[in-house]
């Protein structure tokens, strides 16, 4: 019965990896709808742990970093006048000494790119446009766990999982502050790319604030272009060890697919549609699990007495 259990698993994670993969390796309108009909067609068959759920999640992200999620409006600006735009703001800066001038970044080749945009969108390096700032670690003698008045809050990556342990330092130990609306990212140890929302106080070294200062992003695109495979591959091959983490040069020339401002609210819309049915599965998968569990529980109780 193991074995056979093993093999069917095996066999659903191949049948269920094999149907994802045709969403993302499409190319054509009509290549692409035939695959998602390919899974509708198997929905039942595919969709049966949270485990394979969570997978269907990933690739809805993935759907939608690579714009196969909603159809492109040519009514949208094209991300290539913005980045004139920038491109000139940055000269104006450099001009009134209020920016360094930097190195320009090398050219994107063909051979980076890991797959075709649609048009209106660009590849641009990461530093081109985001930046990110490392947190401030004061010293734990100053940690209280009451909020005295001067008091702030030291978010660490505990206290954005779902067992958080507040504690307090002076604010005027710490230099690095976050919001609840800022995007947090994991820098050390087993969370090294972990995506976060932040929370309202000052932050440790432990994590990042993503920086957006031209607006080029609707900060909901954003957290689940990091949240994807995509996003996550830039931390692959970074140390997890306790100590080492990645560093801004680390992260500066990977390259990042931007859509016109408005498709990315659109690609958010159905992103948050397609998640919350995801969810819904997952509560109903939850649910028939207890149930198993408890007419499992009832036919050994009626079995023994």
């Not at 995506?195 to 909901?220: E, M, P, Q, R």
């Not at 401002?261 to 819309?269: D, G, N, P, S, T």
């Amino acid at each position: 019965l193991e074995q056979q259990q093993t093999d069917s698993d095996a066999t659903h994670q191949t049948l269920l990896e094999t149907l994802l993969a045709t969403l993302t390796r499409a190319t054509a309108a009509k290549e692409l709808a035939e695959a998602w009909q390919l899974v509708a067609d198997h929905f039942d068959t595919l969709f049966t742990t949270e485990h394979s759920v969570d997978q269907f999640k990933q690739t809805i992200l993935q759907l939608a970093v690579m714009g196969k999620l909603v159809p492109q409006d040519p009514n949208d600006e094209p991300v290539g006048e913005l980045l004139k735009k920038i491109a000139k703001e940055k000269e104006r800066l450099v001009k009134k000494e209020k920016i360094k001038k930097q190195k320009p970044p090398s050219k994107i080749s063909e051979r980076e790119k890991p797959f075709e945009l649609p048009d209106g969108w660009e590849w641009v390096r990461f530093i081109e446009v985001l930046d990110f700032q490392g947190g401030s670690q004061p010293p734990k003698s100053s940690f209280s766990d009451t909020p005295f008045d001067g008091y702030v809050q030291l978010i660490q990556i505990r206290d954005l999982g779902p067992s958080p342990q507040p504690v307090f330092v002076p604010t005027s130990s710490v230099s690095k502050f976050c919001t609840k609306e800022d995007i947090m990212i994991g820098r050390y140890g087993a969370s090294v790319g972990k995506v976060f929302w932040g929370k309202d106080g000052a932050y440790n070294v432990a994590l990042i604030k993503l920086i957006d200062d031209y607006n080029i992003f609707y900060k909901n695109f954003l957290f689940n272009l990091m949240s994807s495979p995509l996003g996550q591959s830039y931390f692959l091959g970074i140390s997890r060890s306790a100590q080492d983490g990645f560093s801004k040069n680390d992260i500066a020339p990977k390259i990042i697919p931007i859509p016109p401002l408005a498709e990315q609210h659109r690609i958010v819309a159905k992103v948050d549609q397609l998640m919350a049915l995801c969810d819904t599965l997952k509560a109903r998968l939850n649910e028939a699990h207890t149930t198993q569990i408890q007419l499992a529980d009832a036919i050994v109780k009626q079995a023994v007495t």
